[in-house]
């Protein structure tokens, strides 16, 4: 086991760079650049943009070949350095990370929790029930939130709901947990339920499927044949084979909760890497889209590495030579 997760965390590089020479890439083809950002907002009329560009691209190096714009920003990413944000207050973007990654981190994993903890639960009780009226409801709600957009659902809750019920609007600074912990789940509750539940749809599917696959298996009515509690034979023998499938759903989600990420954040008003992906799209901040598609790779391929650990736990048969 520890070799294979050490051969996993070897492949990061690779992945790394395969990731970042992609976005480069696509960021070196798309029509327009930084530059005519600035020279359209802040340069006044009748002054030479030609000489201004030609500034500019000399000082951050674009007059080079994309590879070997790409080979400086991968050796200075190498070092720990991924550039400075070319837009506001010119930021490094290791700082910018070091605020926003905990945000994007707790709102997923929040919104993981609340998936995983509807979702299982229903899947499991759906299946034992099968074809009774809490199946056909519980169904009926996967299906809702398979097809409910989160984003709709968050306007509808600040525009509608919150006025109805007097609450008060969300606050427009963000709280961080270790200052104001009960203000911050204010803040992140409502998202997380959000990305929750439409995390919720597709795994309490798959749960619900997996879960009657497996109690129709030969071992399982062997074992209520020799007497076994009914809750025994679905905690200790069903379940645990069933989740096996679920698990890798679970693991796939990580980067659906990342994109979903970035409407919440945007909608809430939170200070994520979603929300500052957008911004830098739009502005053509590039070094700070690189930096936070690193953080993104890297969450994802944690996320499946720490599935395929779970899948040793879940089942003892599996074992990594």
């Known amino acids: 086991m520890r070799q294979y997760i050490f051969r996993r965390i070897l492949l990061i590089i690779p992945t790394m760079i395969g990731v970042t020479m992609l976005v480069s890439l696509i960021a070196e083809l798309l029509p327009g650049d930084f530059i005519d950002v600035m020279l359209a907002d802040h340069v006044a009329q009748g002054e030479d943009k030609d000489a201004i560009r030609a500034k500019w691209e000399e000082q951050l190096g674009w007059n080079d070949p994309w590879i070997v714009q790409y080979g400086n920003w991968l050796w200075n990413a190498l070092r720990g350095d991924l550039g400075t944000s070319l837009i506001g207050s010119f930021q490094t973007v290791n700082e910018e990370l070091k605020t926003r990654i905990p945000v994007t981190l707790e709102l997923g994993v929040l919104s993981l929790l609340v998936g995983v903890a509807i979702a299982l639960p229903v899947g499991i009780i759906s299946a034992v029930r099968q074809d009774s009226v809490l199946d056909y409801l519980m169904r009926g709600g996967a299906i809702i939130a398979l097809s409910l957009p989160g984003f709709w659902m968050a306007v509808l809750i600040i525009r509608v709901i919150y006025p109805e019920l ?43 499927g997996e879960m009657l696959e497996v109690l129709r298996q030969d071992y399982v009515r062997t074992a209520r044949a020799k007497g076994l509690q009914e809750n025994s034979v679905i905690v200790r023998h069903a379940m645990r084979n069933a989740l096996i499938p679920v698990l890798t759903l679970i693991g ?7 994109g979903g990420s970035v409407i919440m954040e945007t909608i809430f008003s939170l200070p994520g890497m979603g929300r500052r992906m957008i911004v830098a799209l739009k502005d053509r901040d590039i070094p700070v889209v690189m930096g936070i598609m690193v953080v993104i790779a890297v969450v994802v391929i944690v996320a499946n590495l720490l599935i395929d650990i779970a899948y040793s736990l879940v089942d003892p048969r599996i074992r990594y030579n």
């Open 252 to 258: 796939l989600s990580a980067s659906i909760l990342v």
């Open 166 to 208: 007097g609450l008060p609007s969300f606050p427009p600074i963000y709280n961080d947990p270790t200052e104001n912990l009960p203000e911050n789940l204010r803040q992140m509750y409502i998202p997380a339920i959000l990305l929750g539940i439409g995390l919720a749809g597709p795994v309490m599917r798959l749960t619900r």
